[in-house]
């Protein structure tokens, strides 16, 4: 009795061994997804707010943001076209608003029961990301079994896990993009298409099956190829870009294919799946085709000829096959006559679809290979090229990267091994060197080639363990007679995969949960929030400037068709913002106006050129060209009059929002989209190439420099003094007041010149308080100006009002005389400047100035204009000085009133001027400062050291 009892819990024993040796892998799993998701949300809290408004990691997901309630408010649309980016023309957004939105939104609508609230939507899309991410393991896994077995199936997705880099960077809490999106359906793609091309070589479809049409016998790898192409669309629907995976496979298919040729083995079965896998893809992307372009952002032609083409060229390569057999041709030139004909298409295609050609050709070298010379993608930190790409490699992946290299050449070797070949290892080998090429193209895109180190390192356990004879499976029998060698060998393995990405081997703070624990808001998002803010309130809504009412036309959620020509129409008393195209998204979403330039990179161009004019003249000439919907970048101030010449629109660029880093750190990356480089503004005109600076003489020479006389300065830094057609309307100081210094390279008692013979100085460089004492005690460093200035400033473009008057006195007009118009102006945090404008005396004795700032605050937002939080504290002082034996001597002032209707309209207002004696104030408070700066920069070069400046200082570091 006993006995049989031993022998039922004998039998109990073993088949629960035996179902968790089956079903193992499914808890392993799920741990390791729930790891994932933990490790990308344990910050969460950082992204909630008391306000309920969004704070969000970065500056793309504050788009996404708003295409994920765009969509939520007009379900299950798409935006067709944005016009609240990109004035004057409005963009098609490509990219944006795509089955990524849609899929969070759908999950929103779940959780919300078809009506969710604002919170509902936020909430949903904050976890919609890791999720998104933890899910990627289940392709992963199945892609990593087919190579490596459970087992290494299990590798891939702890590897995928632990893995610190791109992808986790890009899939945590707050990271609201698509790039994780684009991730999971990659892997879903490529796992979809290793099993119908292993389908394909199984049931081996060929022509005359189809011929005949014996459906049976090719419905399986039919419906395989199918869904493989169904999987590849749905990438394709998530980021058009993804036709990039289609031009891989198009690759791999024309290996895989003349493989298959020299083997003997018919290129029928894999071209039939090519090519229904492709037709699949290009069908449904002709139902996503919204643009008539190449462009590779867009739903148009390429996500449909792309496919095609590779459909048609492995039809094109299985007929060719046929002929070379009934032609009894040696095979080995079969591959040559693929790469000969391939080379024609390609130049052929340069004749006849020169577009598309350029667009492959343009992507090859900015998305593919690491080739041609960088463009002005560079300024893209994400899209730059790693410095060192092993060493990249190695920070992402740790020793993952270089077993996945050899685990790919353990793949290539499994037939020369004796071991089955199969065309789903040449598609992982083909997929995973295109991704390490991308990688070292642009640092983003080592999101990607996490899928392929995961997955190849399942290949490569199976091959050790296949090498030193260990059944990876984990089955009972195995379990039984496994050697002290064996249990070493796996050991080691785990060791070099795993140990580089725990502690103590991990970098410091380079851990996976780590990474995870340092997420955070978006900076640029918190630091504008406060301007944005201020300019929906404080401005008129779009279509209402100068009381026009065409507001009602510009509904923010609402749905406007595609012009014909890529030109919106805007309705009257439309006005665009200007900034640098790193802040577009932030004021369409947070201020709910229209930005010129944007992170689509949108007329960054135009934008550049703006904020580097050296000229105020050339500064309103290059903003009435845009609004004449004129491309600008190099033309003359001639050239860009005849541009401006005729128009008659009323659309114009109404504010200038410039902030700390576009003065700053970002100038020379501004520079280099219209030229000239960052050292001519740092290099003053009269300089000689070569010629030495001596440290005395640093003061005296470098005061004076090209940077001080752009836009970007004169607004930023000097508050629109001297100016006509510039007010400052409202500063953030709330977000901090960095500090600012220019300095210059010292060697051997002198400046220290570039490459190309230029002084070795930076120019406004933001400091915190500790680098300022750093710089000024460092021998190696001379620091020759400091300035301190509120994190973002709001300008305004108005008519400037014009102040004129006669002085009756036959002696002024001998005396080279100048009048000055001067007046006191607080912002809302009490900070006060002295605006200041000059201008000759004619010879009559008369004379005029335009000024932009008013002295009242007679008009308002609901009359259709700016409600200004920067005041006149009084009247203006008008002054008219001449030359004595000392300088400048008073001879005559007064005061005058400007109101806002005269500065926004243009209009004039007259001073009478009384006899005067002494020194002209205006003349004092205009020779203070060269480039226009104000008193509270002096102060901090002076000073320098006061709690403000230096808290502000390291706030922003």
Known sequence: MSTDTEHVEEGAETSTLRAWERWYHLPVLGAVMLFMLWVRTQQYERFLTDDGTPALAGVDSWYHWRMIRWTAENYPSTMPYEAWTGFPTGRYVGQFGTLFDQLIVTAAMIVGLGDPSTGTVYAVALFAIPVMAALVAVPVFYAGRRLGGTFGGLVSVVVLALAPGQFLSRSTIGQLDHHVGEVLFMAIAVFATMVAVRVGERDRPIYELVAEREWDAVRRPALYAALAGLALAL?????????VLVGIFGVFYAVALSIDYLRGVSPDHLAFVGAVSMAVTALVAVVLFEEPSTSPTSFGYLQVLLPALVAVGSLFMAWLARQWNARDLDRRYYPVAIAGLAAVAFAAMAVVLPDLFDTIANNLTRRLLPLGEPTTDVTIREAQRPDDFTAHAVAEFGAAFYTMLAGLALLAARPLLGREYRAEYTLVIVWSLFLISMAATQIRFAYYLVLAVAVVNAAFVADVANLFDIDVRGSLDSLRSVETYQIIVVALVVLLLFAPLLPPLAQAGGTAWAQGNATAPNSDARVWEGSNEWLNENTPEPGNWAGADGAAELDYYGTYERPADGDYDYPEGTYGVLSWWDYGHLITVQGERIPHSNPFQQNARSSSAYLTAESEERGELILDAIAAGASVSEQSNEELSGIVEGNESDEEIRYVMIDYATAGGKFGAITQWTGPAYGHYATPEDYQLGEPIPVDEINETLTDLPYDDT??????????????????VHENAEAGSPLFASYAVVRDGQVALDENGRP????????SRGELLQLDNDPRFEVFDVRQAAAVKTFERVEGATITGTVDDSSVADANATVFASVELATADNRTFTYVQEAAVADDGSFELTVPYATDDELAVEDGYTNSSVEATGPYDVELAVEGEDGLELAYDGTTEVGE?????????DVTLEEATGEPGGADAGETDGDG????????????????AGDAGESEN
């Open 235 to 243: 990438y394709v629907w998530v980021w058009p870009s993804a036709v």
């Open 711 to 728: 836009m970007t300065s004169r607004l930023y830094f000097g508050d629109a003094t001297g100016m006509e057609n510039y007010r400052l």
């Open 760 to 767: 070795a100085v930076a120019v406004n460089r933001q400091v």
């Open 901 to 909: 209707t005269a500065v926004v309209e243009g209009q004039t207002v």
């Open 933 to 948: 700066d104000d008193g509270t920069q002096d102060d901090a070069q002076d000073g320098g050291n006061d709690t403000q």
